[in-house]
T-cell receptor
Framework: SAVISQKPSRDICQRGTSLTIQCQVD?????MFWYRQQPGQSLTLIAT?????????ESGFVIDKFPISRPNLTFSTLTVSNMSPEDSSIYLC???????????FGQGTRLTVV | KNEVEQSPQNLTAQEGEFITINCSYS?????LHWLQQHPGGGIVSLFM???GKKKHGRLIATINIQEKHSSLHITASHPRDSAVYIC?????????FGTGTRLQVFP
């Protein structure tokens, strides 16, 4: 199994500012996933982050808006840039069990942009 | 049409009731997850299934691969079971999520 520490757990931010969300995993993992969950919606994959390479973004998400770092096999950050109220969501990081289809999630970051 | 559909969207129950949440999917999968999301947003994995049935405490999950359907059952429900329950399928290295079922159990 994997234990993920995600922070902050919540934040209220002014529009136009940026917020960086951190995820720390207690074991080395190849891929880390970042999701967004807008109010009343299902989780949507933003990007997949591999160590040592640029993140792979899903359709509708761009690096300038959601830059991701993956400096090592246990850590990743997602930045929500130039925020607007439409960015108010829960953001979650996730990893897969090594060689399995198990999924482990962080505690989530509830972001409110005012 | 969503690739993963859950029903019902909302569910209220009295403590002690037997609860069933359903999930249907339209894509090929290698595994199906049942997840529990707490009010703060954090998600806990309850089950991962590729066939048959699994049981953990008061929770039971079943999957029928031929019918592309899974159910999550909660026996003797309790107010602490109140949460959003999400079905997610693993398809070509990616998880596809249902929109969730919001369960409220009243004492």
């Amino acid at each position: 199994s994997a234990v993920i520490s995600q922070k902050p757990s919540r934040d209220i931010c002014q529009r136009g500012t940026s917020l960086t969300i951190q995820c720390q995993v207690d074991s080395q993992v190849t891929m880390m996933f970042w999701y967004r969950q807008q109010p009343g919606q299902s989780l949507t994959l933003i990007a997949t982050a591999n160590q040592g390479s640029e993140a792979t973004y899903e359709s509708g998400f761009v690096i300038d808006k959601f830059p991701i770092s993956r400096p090592n096999l246990t850590f990743s950050t997602l930045t929500v840039s130039n925020m607007s109220p439409e960015d108010s969501s829960i953001y979650l990081c996730s990893v897969e069990g090594q060689g399995t289809t198990e999924a482990f999630f962080g505690q989530g970051t509830r972001l409110t942009v005012v | 049409k969503n690739e993963v559909e859950q029903s019902p969207q909302n569910l209220t129950a009295q403590e002690g009731e037997f609860i069933t949440i359903n999930c249907s999917y339209s894509v090929g999968i290698s595994a199906l997850h049942w997840l529990q999301q707490h009010p703060g947003g954090g998600i806990v994995s309850l089950f991962m299934l590729s066939s048959g049935k699994k049981k953990h405490g008061r929770l039971i999950a079943t999957i029928n691969i031929q019918e592309k359907h899974s159910s999550l059952h909660i026996t003797a429900s309790h107010p602490r079971d109140s949460a959003v329950y999400i079905c997610a399928v693993f398809n070509t290295d990616k998880l596809i999520f249902g929109t969730g079922t919001r369960l409220q159990v009243f004492p």
